[in-house]
């Protein structure tokens, strides 16, 4: 199972045009890091956009088959405590803890413990040009660039792999990563939930009462994927009904084909979220769905 590596640091402070530290914008499953040679960026294949540079050469990258709480989608957030504290846990695992931010509570506060030697293990960019990654701390045998095999127990030093075994992060799976890896992983998940860590000890993905979109944002903790389509669902509605949030996923093309495990049906997003009244919530838990990438 082929991945590329690329090593190099991770940032949370860029600058701005006139040179001056400006800080970044992290959260539970992203994070700025700079390659040492971006020429191993431009060998990964591509789905949609190529990748953007920062102002120090960084790249924001996407964890492969975690999705931690929002902090800033469209401007809006699920709740705060939560949501920070997978942000806090991932840069305290790479060892910038204490991080300042400004009055927004999303942006770095300059100055800040920056350049942190670390490696990913990448196969593409996604569609808005991020590298999908793996993502570890420290340095690897290898050359620069080289191709690696993951294996499931390389896999268990990854950051993606320690966010979801501390409850940090929830399981999000394409069809595009491998069976042993997504096993792995699932196994995390199903652990943190079984020992209620982190988000499992206040989840309601499989099932809440939506009194006010707000509710989103100050009380409830639920699969991010089903958050943001219930965001930009509420900027257009304000009454949640079955088949009008059907109608919308599919008229905003954001309806995703979706397989289910273990009997790997095909089906769409809306046929697994259950709306009763105001009520919502998920059908199958986030580890028996495989979703379909856009390609």
């Known amino acids: 199972m082929p991945f590329r590596l690329i090593?190099?640091?991770?940032?949370?402070?860029?600058?701005?045009?006139?040179?001056?530290?400006?800080?970044f914008r992290p959260d539970g499953d992203s994070i700025q890091f700079k390659p040492r040679s971006r020429s191993h960026l431009d060998a990964l294949p591509r789905v949609g956009r190529t990748y953007k540079l920062s102002s120090i050469g960084s790249v924001n990258l996407?964890?492969?088959?975690?999705?931690?709480l929002e902090l800033h989608y469209n401007s809006s957030r699920q709740p705060a405590p939560h949501a920070e504290a997978a942000r806090d846990f991932l840069t305290g695992l790479i060892g910038m803890n204490p991080v300042a931010y400004t009055e927004s509570g999303i942006q770095v506060k300059p100055p800040a413990n920056d350049g942190q030697a670390g490696f990913i293990l990448s196969k593409q960019l996604e569609?808005?040009?991020?590298?999908?990654s793996f993502v570890f701390l420290g340095d690897y045998p290898a050359r620069d660039g080289a191709e690696v095999r993951l294996t499931p127990s390389l896999l268990r030093r990854s950051l993606n792999y320690r966010l979801l075994i501390h409850g940090h992060a929830y399981p999000l799976f394409y069809d595009t990563l491998y069976?042993?890896?997504?096993?792995?992983?699932?196994?995390?998940?199903?652990?943190?939930?079984?020992n209620r860590r982190g988000v499992w000890a206040s989840d309601g993905s499989r099932g809440v009462t939506i009194s006010q979109p707000s509710d989103l944002v100050t009380r409830f903790l639920i699969f991010p994927k089903l958050f943001r389509r219930l965001k930009d669902y509420f900027d257009?509605?304000?009454?949640?009904?079955?088949?009008?949030?059907?109608?919308w996923l599919d008229d905003n093309d954001e309806n995703d084909e979706v397989w289910v495990l273990p009997e790997w049906n095909r089906t769409h997003f809306d046929n697994i979220v259950r709306i009763q009244g105001k009520r919502i919530g998920l059908l199958r838990d986030p580890e028996d769905l495989v979703f379909v990438s856009r390609r």
Request: charged residues 30%; glycine residues 12%.
């Open 62 to 68: 996407r964890f492969e088959g975690v999705d931690a």
């Open 236 to 247: 257009d509605h304000v009454r949640l009904s079955d088949a009008t949030f059907g109608r």
């Open 127 to 132: 569609v808005y040009g991020r590298p999908v």
């Open 179 to 194: 069976h042993d890896l997504r096993a792995e992983l699932s196994r995390a998940a199903v652990t943190a939930r079984r």
């Open 7 to 23: 090593k190099g640091a991770f940032h949370l402070v860029g600058k701005t045009k006139t040179g001056k530290p400006q800080g």
